[in-house]
């Protein structure tokens, strides 16, 4: 059994698996974490906040991660042009 919850601005369900481990399943796509800042993380992609701005051409990301992956592109270009 599993209910819908809503907190912290994200809606989600609470499973516990075969293993008796908690999971976070996100309520609008098949998303799931055993974490909960995880699914807070990718609730942005619903939400459409992106907090992450790139410092060198403003562009915004909704995880860190992506932010981290566009940034390596910058330095690699930085090198080549100068
Ligand atoms: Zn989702
Ligand atoms: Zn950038």
Redesign the pocket.
Known sequence: MSLNTFEEGISFRVIHNELGVKMFFCSYCTYSSPYKYNLKAHFRLHSGEKPYK?G????TFAQLGALKY??IS?SRNDSKDK
């Open positions: 790139c060198i051409c403003s562009k566009h940034k910058h």
